[in-house]
């Protein structure tokens, strides 16, 4: 599909939302953004978007519509309440939700796209706002294989790795399954790194020797919780930016509701969720998710 004649409408201009819509201007490509915060529309239409007055009127003339919201209660609000943006939308349009909700909630707005005439994609992310800015995204889409490729040009413009997980829905349940793997890798690493200090050992030192040995891990390849041993990576910066601890624990909740669900056992998570809920409550809500690191610092 050649996307450069396409308008696209992006609602959500949050700290992922933003740097998406950057790369799709960067490739040249026409884009109606609204978001709640007018200094978020701003933004964008400084470099080079359209703004609209509202979702609604967003959607009227696009093509293609991407959402990235915070939580399921928005989507729904979005796409399915009396003010909802689907009635608004063009024949054929494609809406891509890539907002990290449940799955339940995910194929509950993709019936009802369906349902009028037109094609959905569920493509939460993996990467982070360093990969959002770098246009380095993983996609992960639930959907029909027709919606799949309609959705690949356009999500390539901000993504490197594309993946197709299944049908509706399946996007967001392959997403909380790495989420939560990446919850029980980053607290099982910041435990033996921990460990390694309280032993008078360098950080660094054991890092290096875990990355060429059986712990390696993506946590110590690209974004080691202790300060200090890698550059560039939120633990090197009072645990500012990245992946906000609420979030995780979002995330985290996600993963526990789909294993109820389906009667998993996830002990392993359970137990990074525990932590995870106790490094919230002592007021790191806002700080990235490795700053955990802490947490064993003070058990």
């Known amino acids: ?42 933004r964008a239409c400084d470099k080079g978007a359209t703004a609209a007055t509202d979702a609604r009127q967003a959607v009227r003339q696009a093509d293609i519509v991407i959402s990235m919201l915070p939580a399921a209660a928005h989507v729904k609000s979005l796409y399915l309440s009396d003010t909802g943006i689907i009635a608004q939308a063009r024949p054929d349009t494609l809406f891509i ?13 993709g019936e009802a796209v369906e349902q009028a005439g037109h094609q959905f994609v569920d493509a939460p992310v993996s ?39 299944g049908p509706m829905g399946a996007g967001q349940i392959a997403k ?30 054991v890092s290096d020797i875990m990355l060429q040995s059986s712990g390696c891990n993506w946590t110590l390849q690209k974004y080691n ?48 969720q525990g932590l995870y809920r106790l490094h919230q409550l002592q007021g790191n809500q806002d700080k990235d998710f490795s700053s955990i690191f802490t947490l064993f610092g003070k058990l």
């Not at 939700?97 to 707005?109: G, Q």
């Not at 982070?128 to 027709?146: E, K, N, R, S, V």
């Not at 909380?176 to 008078?200: D, F, P, W």
């Open 225 to 272: 919780p202790c300060p200090e041993v890698m550059a560039n990576v939120p633990s090197s910066n009072d645990y500012a930016g990245g992946f906000m601890v609420k979030l995780m624990n979002k995330d985290l909740s996600l993963a526990m509701d789909a294993a109820g669900a389906t009667g998993s056992a996830t002990p392993m998570a359970s137990a990074a």
């Open 127 to 165: 990467g982070g706002t360093a990969g959002a800015a770098a246009g380095t995204l993983t996609f992960i889409m639930g959907g029909h294989d027709t919606a799949i490729e309609r959705a690949r040009p356009i999500l390539a413009c901000m993504g490197k790795n594309l993946f197709h997980a």
């Open 1 to 42: 599909m050649d996307i450069t004649s396409k308008k696209i409408a992006f609602i959500g201009l949050g700290n992922m939302g933003a740097p998406m819509v950057d790369n799709l201007l960067s490739h040249q490509l026409d884009v109606v953004v609204f978001d709640l915060v007018p200094e978020a529309v701003q």
């Open 176 to 205: 909380i399954c790495n989420n939560m793997l990446l919850a029980v890798l980053m607290a099982g690493t910041s435990e033996a790194l921990q460990l390694a200090i309280a032993n008078g050992l360098d950080p660094k030192v």
């Open 97 to 109: 939700d890539s907002s990290t909700i449940d799955a339940s909630t995910a194929k509950l707005v």
